[in-house]
């Protein structure tokens, strides 16, 4: 087991009906006016923005409002954030929303009290020193940015989607409802339940030795999302199989599942070229690239990947062949995945091979390697990229 | 699934040699001058102690010592400390020790800044509303104090063991080094792994339904310790097996594989008046309480226990007698307590049968009940220890 630092202060506020309370958890953490980050008219007919705006106003918590957020967010509405908050004197981001609005708010949360360009913590050109406090009113189980230290948002010039990460930005406080994911499409909630599994994939995936407890722990979320992920999909308004994902999304991403070993995260960098381009759910994405990535990387640790097969899908062990064992495994993600309604290939996301040199070069990895279980190089991303688009069940 | 919520904002600082990072991290979370709580000699003659020190000289931190904490602590070094704390004017409490030390530390934290006894709290006559900050680093992975809002005291006065519980307690940061616990004896050690697993088990018999993944995460714990014990206890130099049980064992307790469900802690209550009565390990009291309490209220829900059997012991399913399955886990666990090197009965643990009405009345249930799994009167109790007095392999 690596060394490691693990902290994770966000207060999960769980629950129906719990989104009432929101104002209440804004005065706890400080704040005295907040910008409302949300998406869509959604979150305004359903009512959501109307019970938040209450919860503020009953708790003497002034607001501005900041809508509009796109799934796969891009960096116009970061500035307006930003100039927003200057203007008015907002010291608290309430993200009310899914990932991409969450991500924007510890943006924006991580850009006000910057002199540059936001952008440099995603370029890398500059490490975060401050941030407002952010929170989270969450709506849907995918991200686990409602309780990750992380924030992904691509720059309109040039499509480059970029992420960052500081205890900065980890949220104050999370309220997490699962009555306010009920009335996700089927679709959307299979891209979520798909994140949330390449979310433990990613941290499997090591090299790192005698890492038992985190293994068994990431296995654990696995096999609940293998459990309760068709149970949602076959009847959207199943509460407890909702509140099940809804925690299991949030363990799945405080890297508590995830500490002490080395993780590797190419399938999330290979399938943000997809998103970006094709502005494709990155559920649906990872749904066609995750599976493609563990072929391609298998023999690089075929008792790992039988480990999963067994542990987490039930197949028997091959003890003559464990690499069958192993690809076998990979068949029934790459099945379970179908059965919930996501892509498999890049025909049922809507990509095109041919796009794939472009593919790699956005990536970027020039002539060098990436990754923390199997270094890839342009070359073995193209093969990737090209497994994805062709694969079958 | 309950609503809850759930809040665990330690800092853990896990790996080798990081308490000689000790002094950096009081500064950081604001400490000025701390008061070091320890216990014997063997942190002193070990080093340890010397390390801290140094590391708090480094950062320009006083502070105070406060030593001689047994097991099973009790309140007279409570008071001790309180005493030095405002005469020295302390402002941060360091733990350097197991359970019994960071209960002792966490009480001295609570009582500094109240008028009354500090014992109000553990008796239910008064709630905290502020303590000092407390931090920990830890020697013996167990008690999962070093995550947990959690303190158990036992007044001198009566040997009444009692607890209390409020995230003001909870450690500003914990300082994990599996190397620490290395020179542990086998018995202590195997005393730690029983804690830990009854920790969880506690968590997992509950009447709460659909609760698949805090079962999931709850059964991880548990398969984590039954790979990792008998390594340690065959070889005690073990850093890897060490650092697995080490982060168990603060999962096991913070919560995490817990929220959401009703709880029972009867066997850590029936426990409590063992250890109180003959001051033996509170782990190997566990060993002796926690499968009888299992065999005694199994019937309850024999499929729970079945699925304990199955996923966490290995036993096959029974489909004819689910019952079967489910004494066979009860079974299991007590034969993996004895392989370990705990006590199984009464005579094992140096209790003796004749004081079961003297443990029953100062369990203290009166004419009342007790637990969130099966509610236990006191004629319920008697029978658990008379159980656990005979019981066999």
């Given at each position: 087991m690596n060394d490691f630092n693990f902290y994770s202060p966000t207060e999960f506020v769980f629950g129906k009906g719990r989104e009432t309370e929101t104002g209440k958890y804004v005065r706890k953490y400080g704040g005295t006016k907040a910008l409302i980050v949300y998406g869509g008219g959604s979150a305004v007919r359903s009512g959501l923005i109307g019970k938040v705006q209450r919860s503020l106003d009953e708790n003497g918590i002034g607001y501005e409002v900041l809508s509009g957020i796109k799934p796969n967010p891009v960096d116009t509405p970061v500035y307006n954030g930003i100039?927003?908050?200057?203007?008015?004197?907002?010291?608290?981001?309430?993200?009310?929303?899914?990932?991409?609005?969450?991500?924007?708010?510890?943006?924006?949360?991580?850009?006000?009290?910057?002199?540059?360009?936001?952008?440099?913590?995603?370029?890398?050109?500059?490490?975060?020193?401050?941030?407002?406090?952010?929170?989270?009113?969450?709506t849907i189980a995918a991200a686990g940015s409602e309780g990750s230290p992380d924030s992904v948002i691509t720059k309109t010039d040039g499509m480059l989607k970029r992420g960052t990460g500081t205890d900065l930005i980890r949220p104050k406080f999370s309220v997490l409802d699962p009555e306010l994911t009920q009335t996700l499409p089927a679709y959307q909630t299979a891209c979520g339940a798909t994140d949330i599994m390449a979310h433990v994939f990613e941290r499997y995936f090591t090299n790192t030795k005698e890492v038992e407890i985190t293994d068994r722990l990431c296995e654990a979320v696995l096999m609940t999302m293998i459990k309760e992920t068709p149970r949602v999909i076959a009847d959207p308004d199943n509460y407890e199989a909702r509140a099940n994902i809804m925690w299991a999304g949030m363990v799945a991403h405080n890297n508590i599942v995830g500490v002490g070993r080395d993780q590797d995260w190419n399938s999330h960098g290979i399938e943000h070229e997809l998103s970006a381009l094709y502005d494709c759910a990155h559920g649906a994405g990872l749904a066609v690239i995750m599976p493609a990535w563990m072929e391609f990387v298998h023999k690089h640790d075929v008792m790992r990947f039988a480990q999963a097969a067994v542990r987490v899908w039930g197949v028997k062990m091959n003890f003559a062949d464990p690499e069958a064992t192993a690809v076998e495994g990979i068949r029934r993600f790459r099945s379970f995945l179908h059965s919930i309604g996501m892509p498999i290939n890049f025909a049922e996301l809507g990509a095109k091979a041919e796009d794939i040199p472009v593919?790699?070069?956005?990536?970027?990895?020039?002539?060098?390697?990436?990754?923390?279980?199997?270094?890839?190089?342009?070359?073995?991303?193209?093969?990737?990229?090209?497994?994805?688009?062709?694969?079958?069940?």
């Open positions: 100039e927003i908050c200057r203007k008015s004197g907002i010291d608290f981001i309430l993200a009310v929303g899914g990932g991409s609005v969450i991500d924007t708010a510890k943006a924006i949360a991580l850009g006000v009290p910057y002199d540059g360009d936001f952008w440099d913590f995603y370029s890398g050109k500059a490490r975060p020193e401050k941030a407002l406090p952010v929170a989270t009113v969450l593919l790699v070069d956005k990536f970027g990895v020039g002539s060098g390697e990436t990754g923390g279980f199997v270094h890839l190089k342009a070359d073995d991303i193209a093969e990737i990229y090209r497994i994805a688009a062709k694969a079958e069940l």
